[in-house]
């Protein structure tokens, strides 16, 4: 079968491809061109697994590409082919998206209470695949969460491989809050930074001079060195400017990216923080005052993930509430990271970059971009399919994909499911039908009338105007 | 009718040759729940030695026999209840001592098993405490003046603690690890035992360098030579006491009890043991919201044995009640009632709990089993304990009614042949 025969262009570009000339993408022969050629890395890929395609939905990438009316085909849980008229083997299972958009699952950071009931790291053995929290996470649109700073993929009713990758991020602080700390810091970077190049040195000039003593590496330490050597990331936890500009040049100097979670006053020195490569981890609904001892600018800004964006910085954005909160500050917590989202896009994030923040850069932060956090080829296939614009507030997931399989559906859940239901799906089990159906669909594909129909549901004109009522009410109440 | 002439030689042969002759009685009730073949009406049951010589309906009854005729009453097995720490009161902690019995704990004459032997239960499974791999338990009849007296048989089965953490899965891997390197002591000891009887029996062939694909067919050969030079058999190297209950364990003479409390703790307690194929039982500790029916299909699937409270739970996030025991009794899986508390009280309405269950849709017939032979059989006695059948150890529980009925009271128990409770007047 053609089937085992991968991409050897990226997704993305084909995606984009797709985008600039929707005709030609359409086109057999463009389906053809994406099935050629096998590419090395990806035949090392297991070959084996349960087919699963989503048909018929607007693919959202998540890299900025969108699909439309395409099909997403995955194999053992990783995504095969994107494109139009894919054939699709008969033993697949198929998932109709009509109507429906298709994101990539979004990544929830440092999210507490959904990887397993007590936390505390060790999820390949504590991970509870049949809690409610997880089902939650899921209709949530939540596939990848970080606890304890360990990936786990939320995989449901399977224990095997849901930790995606341990923990790799090793937090320093570094504040004027605690001067001689800030210091000792200085001095060990230095430290370590003068044995790598001591090291290298040493490298070098064995090659002519074999006598030459290796450089101890004693008194240097082992976590700034890999943070050093790009082993590990360094987090920090920091709100102040003064505080984000120490980091900033710490980082600078010593040539690493820092992940700085909080960052509220970061947007007064975005500049600084892009030059670091920074990523910055925010909630755009969080809020601060002033300190009205500094003439500077400070305080929180609703244009902080905006302003951090335009100078470089990758913005990952994070729920007020890091559990799931039903009570108290529910709307805030975990399982509304698109509304956080949503905030930042008022302030002037554009609306890429929010999706982004919550999908592509936390699964960068948690170094497993490789795997997670947009629909490429060659990438876990964990897709959410929604009945609207991801950023508004009335879409909700309708379909939850981890490792190509089905793990939630609305409307079979106990959760959202009498909420705004929608009509019966046509049954598509049959695949003979669905192949001819296939054929026949891209020369309807892009009629007027289909789109038509699926405004309704999906309401992503209206986004705009309905925003503005929904928060401004909202932040009345954040700042009185 | 069978039975009857089946009685009819019997009985005379049984007085001919058994010098007590005595011993033998008959029961004769008005109902009888034999818990393998329905309920008999105008039952009667004849003893002898110990055990159930015959049950049937209106059997004649020799003359000379004793007889305890009672048609008000309804006669069901003895209750066995094979998870039980009564009368002990040791405590430990999350220790792996799978070679460890609770006997030494076990205080005969403790008041606490006279009085669950005036409820009915005739045997006791005792688990020694403790997280873990505490130990194998051990079957007792509730009534002796020594330990021997009392005991049935040690490792009844082996309790095995288990829940989603990193702790417990290391606990079980591990155990199964030291399995594989005892079977690879044996394998070499073999092959070693193997190359020592050639060179004893066949010094014309030499055959010494030859390796494991031939092995059988070299063991059988040196098996052949060995019996002339008079060779022992093989003795494999003993197995550390540690191992030991693991090996029976996977050889099918011992049950694991694996204690787990929800869906997740079944999922890593399969991700454990991997692709190992043994049976094992589950105690599920029932809680109000408890997500098992999650993975009812697999546990169905693997025919396993549970031991659970005679308790209603609900589905998680829900009101909505749901009946597990009978659940996973009605998909025919053995399904083992405990009583819901350790205290004696609810040992006293332990039948009328279970007849609760019935209420809530499990069927009689299975009911009785999970307080009798189901649960003989998590302790691998049900060839001797549970029903009402020839050749049985007499085990008798004597009631004035319905035994699911909560109104319904004990009116006699035998113990092995002797009436242990009650007044009975012959």
């Known amino acids: 079968m053609k089937f085992s025969t991968m991409l050897a262009r990226s997704a993305r570009t084909l995606a984009v491809a797709a985008l600039a000339v929707p005709v030609f993408a359409q086109d057999p022969a463009g389906g053809e061109g994406q099935a050629g050629g096998a590419a090395g890395a990806d035949a090392t890929k297991k070959d084996e697994g349960e087919w699963f395609a989503v048909v018929n939905g607007d693919v959202y990438s998540g890299t900025g590409a969108v699909l439309r009316g395409a099909t997403v085909l995955a194999r053992g849980g990783v995504i095969r082919k994107i494109g139009h008229d894919l054939e699709i083997p008969a033993d697949a299972k198929v998932l109709d998206a009509q109507g429906l958009r298709i994101y990539p699952g979004l990544v929830a950071l440092n999210a507490r209470g959904i990887a397993s009931r007590f936390g505390g790291g060790e999820f390949a053995d504590t991970f509870d695949p049949y809690s409610q929290n997880l089902v939650l996470a899921l209709a949530a649109g939540i596939t990848t969460v970080s606890d304890s700073g360990v990936a786990v993929k939320l995989k449901r009713r399977e224990v095997k491989g849901v930790v995606v990758r341990e923990r790799y991020q090793s937090t320093l602080s570094y504040s004027s809050a605690a001067p001689r700390g800030k210091s000792e810091l200085d001095a060990k970077f230095e430290a370590a930074a ?287 | 009718m069978r039975l009857n002439s089946l009685l009819l030689s019997l009985v005379p042969a049984a007085l001919a040759s058994s010098a007590f002759a005595f011993d033998l009685q008959a029961i004769r009730v008005g109902r009888a729940e034999t818990v393998s073949h329905g309920v008999i009406e105008h039952a009667v049951v004849l003893v002898e030695d110990g055990r159930i010589v015959a049950v049937g309906p209106d059997l004649p009854i020799e003359r000379g026999i004793p007889v305890v005729d009672r048609p008000e009453w309804t006669v069901m097995p003895g209750l066995v209840l094979p998870y039980s720490r009564l009368g002990l009161d040791g405590r430990a902690g999350a220790d792996f001592t799978p070679e460890v019995s609770p006997s030494p704990e076990i205080l005969p004459r403790a008041e606490e098993y006279e009085e669950v032997l005036s409820y009915g239960i005739t045997t006791l499974g005792l688990y020694p405490p403790g997280n873990g791999v505490p130990g194998q338990a051990v079957a007792i009849r509730p009534k002796g003046e020594t330990l021997e007296e009392m005991r049935i048989k040690e490792g009844a089965y082996l309790k095995v603690y288990f829940r989603a953490d990193a702790r417990s899965k290391k606990t079980v891997k591990d155990a199964w690890a030291k399995v594989d390197e005892h079977d690879e002591k044996v394998a070499k000891a073999k092959e070693k035992w193997t190359k020592d009887q050639k060179g004893k029996g066949a010094k014309t062939e030499e055959k010494k360098d030859e390796a494991k694909p031939d092995e059988k067919k070299d063991e059988k050969a040196a098996d052949a030579k060995g019996a002339d030079s008079k060779a022992k058999e093989f003795v494999p190297p003993a197995a550390d006491p540690k191992v030991k209950p693991f090996l029976r364990v996977r050889d099918g003479k011992m049950l694991p009890l694996v204690s787990i409390s929800s869906a997740a703790d079944w999922a890593h307690w399969l991700d454990a043991i991997g692709e190992r194929k043994f049976d094992f039982a589950l105690r599920v500790v029932m809680q109000r919201e408890l997500d098992l029916y999650e993975v009812h299909d697999e546990i169905v699937k693997r025919k396993c044995m549970l031991v659970m409270e005679p308790e209603l739970s609900y589905t998680t996030a829900t009101m909505r009640q749901r009946n597990l025991p009978a659940e996973f009794a009605n998909a025919g899986n053995k399904v083992v009632l405990i009583p819901r508390g350790e205290d004696l009280a609810s040992h006293e309405t332990w039948r009328a709990d279970v007849g609760e269950m019935v209420k809530n849709g499990m069927k009689r017939e299975d009911a009785l089993k999970s307080m009798t032979v189901h649960a003989a059989a998590l302790m691998g006695l049900d060839k001797d304990y549970g029903t009402l059948e020839k050749g049985k150890v007499a085990n008798l529980l004597f009631l004035n009614g319905d035994p699911l009925e909560p109104g319904t009271k004990v009116v006699a128990v035998m113990l092995d042949g002797a009436f242990v409770h009650g007044e009975v007047r012959q």
Request: charged share 35%; with cysteine.
């Open chain 1, 194 to 480: 003068r044995y790598l190049r001591d090291y290298r040195d040493w490298e070098e000039q064995k090659k002519t001079n074999k006598d030459l003593k290796e450089p101890a590496a004693r008194g240097v330490d082992p976590t700034i060195r890999s943070i050093l050597e790009n082993r590990s990331m360094a987090r920090f936890n920091a709100a102040n400017r003064s505080d984000l500009l120490g980091i900033a040049r710490l980082a600078q100097k010593y040539k690493f990216r820092p992940i700085i979670e909080g960052a509220l006053e970061g947007w007064t020195v975005a500049d600084e923080l892009g030059r670091a490569g920074a990523y910055a981890v925010v909630v755009p609904r969080a809020r601060r005052d002033k300190s009205e001892e500094l003439l500077r600018d400070g305080g929180s800004s609703i244009e902080n993930a905006a302003i951090l964006h335009r100078s470089g910085v990758q913005v990952a954005i994070q729920a007020t509430s890091t559990f799931i909160d039903l009570g108290g500050i529910a709307g805030r917590d975990v399982l509304h990271l698109p509304i956080e989202a949503g905030f930042a896009v008022r302030g002037g994030l554009p609306e890429q970059a929010a999706i982004e923040g919550i999908t592509i850069v936390p699964a960068r932060i948690l170094g497993v971009e490789h795997r997670i956090g947009s629909i490429e080829v060659g990438k876990d296939c964990d897709l959410i399919l929604l009945d609207g614009d991801l950023l508004h507030y009335q879409a909700l997931v309708q379909y939850t994909v981890v490792d190509g399989k089905l793990v939630y559906e609305k409307d079979k859940e106990l959760y959202y499911a009498h909420i705004r239901p929608r009509p019966a799906a046509q049954p598509t089990d049959a695949p003979e039908a669905r192949r001819d159906k296939g054929e026949e669909k891209p020369a309807d594909d892009d009629t007027p009338t289909e789109g038509g129909d699926e405004k309704p549901e999906g309401k992503p004109a209206e986004t705009p105007e309905d925003k503005p009522k929904d928060g401004a009410a909202d932040e009345a109440v954040d700042e009185g």
